[in-house]
């Protein structure tokens, strides 16, 4: 009985590290909008079946932002203007 709480928590504790990682990647990759390549901001081009939205830059770089960064507004355009 022991040993399966031991892997329950360890099992909890490795999933809340995930989403952990997970979320701080997906912002990460986001940079306020903006491609760290080529500086131009993220257009929008695809949703998949999770909610997910992909984004593509002017140089052909893609990425996926989670649906719940998405939805609560965690990944927002910031303006780079001066």
């Keep these: 009985m022991m040993i ?5 928590i360890t099992g909890i ?15 990460k990759d986001w940079n306020n ?7 131009s901001p993220w257009k929008a081009f695809d949703v998949d079946s999770s909610g997910a939205v992909g984004f593509k830059c002017s140089c052909g770089r893609c990425i996926w932002i989670s649906y719940w960064l998405w939805k609560h507004g965690k ?8």
């Design 4 to 8: 399966i709480i031991v892997i329950l």
């Design 13 to 27: 504790v490795v999933m809340l590290y995930l989403f952990c990682w997970v979320y701080k990647q997906d912002l």
């Design 33 to 39: 909008g903006y491609c760290k390549e080529c500086n």
């Design 75 to 82: 990944c927002r355009f910031k303006d780079r203007r001066g």
